[in-house]
């Protein structure tokens, strides 16, 4: 097998060099006034971002959930509910359920499913803020409004994704204790 990277031999998808230098540094935003935590550049992991368009995606995308999980030790301390934003599978698997499940593992926290989907089918890449603005997704949450959750994505470009989960959650009266992605653009 190669590397999904620079194409050496491996026996993993990334080989330990590359996966090395996949070091992550934790970022603080606050969007609505919820903290939100970001991991890399968009640009430094764009090529790996983008196989969530593939099936590929659903063994990548795991594998940058858990080169972060360090530095999230303090954050998952508690038991929580990790709350993919609008898990719906595509091309066989639901890119922010891969993230979320692997954040999730060894610690006390849980993912939950299906719970935070939108109703219009729009994809905002590549769009700008006032198309984002324009056509929300129509966010609805269908999970149980007294346990606390935490948002997870994979990138945070404006802002207007997390915005309209946050503000659907606590329209329910659910907590929301933060957010995570993967990359800010």
């Known amino acids: 097998m190669r590397c999904f990277s620079c194409g050496a031999f491996s026996f993993k998808l990334l080989c330990k060099r590359c996966y ?15 903290p939100i935590y970001s991991f890399y550049a968009y640009d430094e992991i764009e090529f ?12 990548l995308l795991p594998l ?12 998952l301390q508690e038991p929580l509910y990790a709350l993919p934003i609008d898990d719906h599978i595509k091309r066989g698997y639901s890119h922010t359920a891969t993230i979320a499940h692997a954040l999730c593992k060894n610690s006390p926290c849980k993912p939950v499913y299906n719970k935070l989907c939108a109703t219009k089918n729009i994809t905002y890449a590549g769009q700008s803020l006032e198309f984002r603005q324009k056509n929300p997704k129509g966010f ?15 990138v945070l470009t404006t802002g207007t994704t997390l915005r309209q989960a946050i503000q659907t959650l606590r ?15």
């Not at 230098?21 to 969007?31: F, G, I, M, Q, T």
């Not at 858990?66 to 303090?74: A, C, I, K, Q, T």
């Not at 609805?140 to 994505?153: H, I, S, T, W």
């Open 140 to 154: 609805v949450f269908k999970g149980d409004p007294n346990l606390a959750y935490f948002l997870v994505d994979d």
């Open 171 to 185: 329209q329910v009266g659910a907590k929301v204790a933060f957010a995570l992605v993967l990359a800010k653009a």
């Open 20 to 34: 090395a230098e996949l070091a992550p540094l934790l970022e603080n935003h606050r969007l609505e006034n919820t």
């Open 64 to 75: 940058l959930a858990l080169r972060v999980r360090g530095l999230l030790e303090p954050l």
């Open 48 to 59: 790996l971002l983008k196989s969530k368009y593939s099936l590929i995606g659903s063994r």
